[in-house]
């Protein structure tokens, strides 16, 4: 359960003349302090920062503007984090003090006036109420009141039933200038594909719902997932798309922000709902699949029915011609902020080839739509996802870099920051893969919470896909009720729904220098290894480095490690296993040990 001294409860308060905490000579000032790309507004500015690896001594941050203490992350983030409310809950069910404690690396200053300049500096706070050294002084400018552009002065309907395509886009494109905002107000707008352009804001009010329509042809197929491949897919509900550019830049300065729905019209609803940690009951989209589509899809009926007309196969129709919610490409400075994203025909929010990506405060609730992810990031560079609530039908939050030989031609997918998220259902949460083909490097998963999902950390590939994954780090999260696997990491994969229309790779996918550290893991309800490590050494497709640190699993299955060469577990505790005496299966390992022994 959260504790905190009465010194700190003052500065949660806001009572900051209370706080009497002294320098700790422990503590280290907070590193890299930043404003998100495109995360300040007329009247806001967002702030992140580096906690530590070890974060055991830090209890909150306090937030310095011009010299004066006017938040704290803890207060800023029950304002402004949809994860909050479940991660407070998570915590008070632990009643014996087993999970890993997280700390919050964000802060939303508001009230500030329209083209001010402002500095801020941050500092950790202990359960003292002793503080550290100050960060790094950053100057932030607000910006100008933007230009906005009501859709309804444009003959948009908010009444669930009239088709507003051409009244939104009309909108879209009347901004003209570099702070033009597009005012989606209370109301249900039905609408088909929409196309963004650089330099606006898609901002939805509070009560403000955008509908897919449930018609095929309202989104024409405009895109290939990648250069390489050969169907044409349909538009998303949202777009930034050239179909003859796909570097970063070719779209420039994008917001979709607020506090309203994009709702993509993809399934039905199941005749019984269901209730998530807090109790709260939510609609659950029906789990289909391609033989079931008919009887369960709305859009995605229609599509898949429109393209086996078009004379695809069932398979390719299904695998590749539903439409996302969101397909964003070729993007360099990209915020999402605050919106809820629900019910689309496949994934959620795809961020393709782009860079400088902020992903802020957003509620995804997919489960249990079939692909239902909630972000895929591709191809992109520097992207950061913090504050949100994950139940998806799908990944959470899935990491990609393109399929077999003609992938090694796409950048690689590089540099994420994971954290303050919860995660409740989800095939994986922090999922790297299954299309690695150009690599995935440089990411970074802390002080998040997963409860309910399958799978708290899923690395995934085959030898057909190739490229493969270095530099991924998962740590200081706490995880619960896992139904299938605490980490897995497999160069096994493979996918039912999808259709090989590639060359395969020259050399096979591999896993290497990954790294779990200061991870709880409370229970897991199925049956399946709770690491679960797996290669094909019989044709010297090995993982390696794969290294964990500081982990406590109460409740688990015990593990099943293979194919592993180079790699370390220490200070890793079992306690209460649910099946036989040894938590350690391993075979064909090399150079393997445990708490510095080596494993035969």
């Not at 690896?53 to 207060?75: E, G, P």
């Not at 898949?304 to 695998?319: E, P």
């Not at 150009?438 to 997963?450: D, F, K, M, S």
């Not at 729904?497 to 591999?510: L, M, R």
Request: with cysteine; charged share 20%.
């Amino acid at each position: 359960m959260l504790t905190y001294s009465k010194t700190t409860l003052l500065l949660i308060s806001g009572f900051t003349c209370a706080f009497s905490g002294v320098a700790s000579a422990t503590l280290t000032a907070p590193q890299k302090l930043q404003v998100p790309p495109l995360s300040s507004d007329a009247h806001s500015i967002v702030l992140t920062w580096k906690a530590p690896a070890n974060t055991s001594q830090i209890a909150d941050y306090r937030i310095l503007q011009n010299n004066k203490v006017v938040a704290t992350a803890l207060k800023s983030s029950k304002q402004h984090a949809p994860a909050r409310a479940y991660i407070d809950a998570f915590y008070k069910r632990d009643s014996t003090d087993f999970a890993k404690q997280i700390v919050w690396e964000s802060a939303t200053i508001d009230n500030l006036k329209p083209s001010h300049s402002y500095q801020f500096q941050v500092r950790a706070v202990d359960k003292k109420g002793n503080y550290s050294p100050l960060s790094q002084s950053i100057t932030v400018t607000t910006t100008a009141k933007p230009t906005v552009l009501n859709i309804t002065n444009f003959g948009a309907k908010g009444d669930g039933k009239t088709l507003n395509t051409d009244e939104i886009q009309n909108a879209i494109n009347a901004c003209t200038n570099d702070n033009c905002e597009v005012l989606i107000p209370k109301g249900t707008f039905k609408t088909g594909a929409l196309y963004l352009k650089s330099n606006m804001t898609l901002y939805l009010a509070k009560g403000a719902i955008l509908l897919g329509s449930t018609n095929a042809s309202d989104y024409p197929s405009t895109y290939k997932l990648y250069t390489y491949s050969k169907t044409k897919r349909p538009a998303s509900l949202i777009n930034a798309i050239d179909s003859t550019n796909r570097k970063a830049g070719t779209f420039n300065n994008i917001r979709i922000v607020g506090h309203g729905v994009i709702d993509g019209n993809g399934w039905k609803h199941s005749s019984s709902t269901y209730k998530d940690t807090l109790n709260q009951t939510h609609p659950n989209y029906l789990k289909s699949n391609r033989s079931r589509y008919k009887k369960d899809g709305i859009l995605a009926k229609n599509q898949v029915d429109q393209a086996i007309t078009d004379g695809l196969s069932l398979k390719i129709a299904y695998g590749q011609m539903r439409s996302s919610l969101m397909t964003l490409r070729g993007v360099n400075h990209l915020y999402i902020a605050g919106i809820t994203v629900q019910n689309p025909a496949n994934h959620g929010i795809m961020v393709l080839t782009s860079k400088n990506i902020a992903v802020n405060g957003v509620t995804f609730r997919t489960y249990d739509a079939n692909n239902g992810d909630g972000i895929e990031l591709g191809n992109s560079s520097n992207a950061m996802v913090f504050n949100s609530y994950f139940d998806t039908g799908d990944d959470s939050i899935n990491f990609a870099a393109g399929t077999g030989q003609l992938a090694t031609k796409q950048p690689a997918m590089k540099q994420a920051w994971l954290f303050n998220n919860f995660f409740h259902h989800g095939h994986g949460a922090v999922v790297i893969g299954s299309h690695t083909g150009a690599t995935i490097t440089n990411i970074l998963a802390e002080n998040n919470v997963v409860d309910g999902s399958n799978i708290g950390l899923r690395a995934k590939s085959s030898k057909v896909i190739g490229g493969g994954a270095s530099q991924i780090v998962f740590r200081n999260t706490a995880m619960a009720n896992l139904v299938r696997n605490a980490v897995i990491v497999t160069l096994k994969y493979s996918d039912s729904n999808a259709s090989i229309d590639y060359p395969a790779a020259k050399t096979s996918a591999h896993f290497e220098d990954f790294e779990v550290r200061h991870v709880t893991v409370a229970g897991t309800t199925g049956k399946k290894p709770s690491i679960k490590i797996t290669g094909d050494s019989t044709h010297n497709i090995w993982n390696k480095q794969i290294n964990f640190d500081d982990v406590k699993l109460d409740n688990v299955m015990p593990t099943d490690i293979n194919d592993l060469k180079n790699s370390h577990f220490n200070q890793v505790v079992f306690t209460n296993l649910k099946k036989g005496k040894t938590a350690w299966k391993f075979s064909e390992v090399d150079s393997v040990t445990v708490d510095g022994k080596t494993v035969d």
